[in-house]
């Protein structure tokens, strides 16, 4: 990953972070239960979005710089990128 | 929430922290970037059971028990349901 | 289902249909592969509203209306419930 | 798309074309409702199972075979496959 995809990437890690810690405090004072989902949501788009980050530094490196590498290998990291898209959700 | 909804989400809600550290780890020490999506993708999963898990709760207590709201009440009740599945992925 | 329900419904199902044809249009007419899959996207997109307007539709009548049912009906009226969260996307 | 592509893909959009008129038709004779958001659930599964296989394809060729643009248009490439992927569900 290069310096930039890590920083942000670091940022929203820090923001799912912070809000997985307010689903835990939430729950331990028994807040109302669908205002924990939303909270427990929260955490869930913040990783989503870490998700495409990280997807769009792999793409670049390679796409963009063209990977030389046999057929198979190529094949196993276009196979890769498709599991991680059918999981997504 | 009753005890034993409580007792499920505490389990699984400790699964997705366990999870969630472990996408910083493997981050910080420079992990393969699908590999780390694959883990940020199981804390996710953990957080949407926990949402099941919370929501069965919920409507255990809206339906079976019947609420005795006014239907106003009620009517946000059921804004509110559908909300949380609109959001949910 | 009540009358407006079906109305609202109606509407989205057909948005749906009309996104699935253009789908195979644009597949038989050998469109971009990325157009499609957004087209395809947007069919996904209207039917996960005619699905948020059908269990609105279904909690009113659960919640609002206080099902008088056995214990035993109530828990798999749940169950669907929490079934059909769990399977949205 | 090539040939394989294109007749895995044709098979899931028939698919999930029959998934949807069986939605129409649950609709139109008043089916339980959970039934037909299963059933529309059905219908968007094969959708995404369609966005699969269109988006192995067009990694394949863009992966496998390097693609020999200038970077501006790879850099278009990978933010629209970024794109299918965030609105993923």
Chains 1, 2, 3, 4 share one sequence.
Do not use: N, W
Not at 78 to 83: A, F, G, N, P, Q
Request: with cysteine.
């Amino acid at each position: 990953m290069d310096a930039s995809v890590k920083r942000q990437t670091l940022r929203r890690l820090a923001i799912a972070e912070g809000h997985l810690k307010r689903v835990r405090k939430m729950f331990d004072e028994d807040a109302y239960c669908l205002d924990v989902i939303h909270q427990s949501q929260a955490v869930q788009a913040a990783l989503k979005k870490v998700d495409e980050i990280i997807l769009h530094g792999h793409l670049h490196s390679c796409v963009l710089h063209d990977i030389h590498e046999p057929a198979g290998e190529k094949e196993k990291i276009v196979k890769e990128i498709v599991e991680v898209f059918s999981k997504s959700k």
